[in-house]
């Protein structure tokens, strides 16, 4: 699937509950965007530790997302941001869950005020959430 956003806008931290949890390879092909990876895994060692990656249509670069992460994205520059998502299942709107978006000081690009989705708002800080993984 893909998801178009506007510029300036932030996106995130998504993920989709077990049973249905997947991984994904994700790449921005129209647009640039800073992408952020959350691991939600409590048994990993990188448990609460993010990795920030930039992706646009010329570097043509993509990350890969392992099941028991949140991810998200601010998108850079003045176009939209066409992001492309390959999942090993399908996407179930119901069954998707997040942590707010700027939880663990993330050092996202923007300086200013920021545009972010109504219900990425709500989603409840880092050390309020209790991992499913």
């Given amino acids: ?3 178009i956003a506007k510029p ?6 998504h993920f989709q509950l077990p049973p249905e949890d ?15 990876v959350i691991d939600l895994r409590k ?4 448990f609460g530790k993010y990795t920030v990656v ?19 994205y ?10 492309y998502y390959k999942v ?15 939880s663990l000081n993330i050092p996202w690009d923007f300086k200013d005020e920021v545009e972010v ?3 990425d708002k709500l989603w409840p800080k880092f050390e309020e959430f209790d991992s499913p993984f």
């Fill in 8 to 13: 300036g806008v932030v996106r995130g931290m």
């Fill in 117 to 119: 989705e109504s219900e």
């Fill in 88 to 102: 090993t299942k399908p996407f179930i709107r119901e069954l998707r869950g997040g942590v707010h978006w700027n």
């Fill in 22 to 36: 997947h991984d994904k390879l994700i790449t921005c092909i129209i647009g640039e965007i800073q992408d952020v």
């Fill in 74 to 83: 601010y998108i850079k520059g003045k176009r939209d941001a066409l992001v």
């Fill in 54 to 72: 930039d992706l646009d249509e010329y570097n043509k670069n993509l990350i890969y997302i392992s099941k028991g992460c949140a991810h998200g």
């Fill in 1 to 3: 699937y893909y998801a």
């Fill in 43 to 46: 048994d990993s060692k990188t």
